[in-house]
């Protein structure tokens, strides 16, 4: 949902709590008790003989997870809602088309294909979930949609629109609307820099953690050997044919789920 699409916060709020489970039933209950108010100030807002005040906004924009953007937004249609002087209301829609621009021009944005910068690299190889993100907009024909994002990795919608975001910017993601792609932009990082390690570790981590509820269709395989430096080689080569022909295969693989391959080969050290 689109809060972009909206001229007055009643109706997006309405449209919001009513995409909720069960058609948001509970959900305005929910709200008051969160703004420590008596359900019965909801009833009036929703009637339009009252407005929220400031506060309560940043409140509502908290249940509801917006973005920074989207929570600026909301606020600015609650402060046109309670503007009682032509000059104040022409302002605040001005500011609000500034927004509704900026959003558009934002969702249609895509970086070329180029290296990101080591600020960039940073934040996507700061943890797993950039990548997977990233990788799971691939999957499904029209893109995913922030919620879904939320959902598949147990985040908040505030966190999963940071991260998607933060893919918009760079290229590695594309929008339509409320729905995210991957986007023309690649990553790679070199051998032996911090950036990759730190990549291997977010996913190591993360097999350990799955190692608790591994399913019968998974595989997790750990071989301490002793073995002769040739056959090390040999194994090596193997691997790194193997590789080469999963990477084949993903290539051509349709986009329908998420998956991780860690593997290492390598020579015990003190």
């Not at 605040?92 to 088309?97: C, D, I, V």
């Amino acid at each position: 949902m689109i809060i972009y699409e909206f001229a007055e916060y009643r109706a997006f709020l309405k449209a919001k709590l009513r995409a909720f489970p069960k058609k948001g039933r509970g959900k305005s209950l929910e709200l008051a008790r969160l703004m420590r108010v008596h359900p019965s100030v909801i009833s009036q807002v929703f009637a339009g003989t009252r407005n929220f005040t400031e506060e309560q906004a940043m409140e509502v924009c908290d249940f509801l997870s917006l973005s920074t953007a989207e929570a600026t937004y909301f606020r600015l249609l609650v402060r046109l809602a309670s503007a009682h002087t032509r000059k104040l209301k022409a302002v605040l829609q001005e500011e609000l088309k500034q927004a509704r621009e900026s959003a558009l021009a934002l969702s249609k944005r895509a970086k070329p294909t180029t290296s990101l910068t080591d600020t960039e690299r940073a934040i996507f190889y700061s943890s797993w979930i950039y990548s997977a993100c990233r990788i799971y907009c691939s999957t499904g024909q029209a893109g995913r949609s922030p919620e879904e994002v939320a959902e598949r990795f147990g985040i908040s919608r505030q966190k999963a629109l940071e991260v998607l975001e933060f893919l918009l910017k760079q290229g590695l993601c594309s929008a339509e609307k409320d729905k995210y792609q991957m986007g023309p932009q690649s990553t790679w990082v070199e051998h032996g820099s911090p950036f990759l390690i730190k990549h291997h570790a977010n996913w190591r981590f993360k097999a350990l953690q799955y190692a608790e509820e591994i399913r019968p269709s998974e595989l997790q395989f750990t071989g301490v050997m002793s073995v002769s430096k040739a056959d090390f080689a040999k194994i090596r080569e193997g691997l790194a044919q193997f590789v080469q022909d999963f990477a084949a295969t993903i290539k051509d693989s349709p986009a329908e789920e998420v998956a991780v391959m860690s593997l290492d080969l390598l020579w015990v050290r003190k």
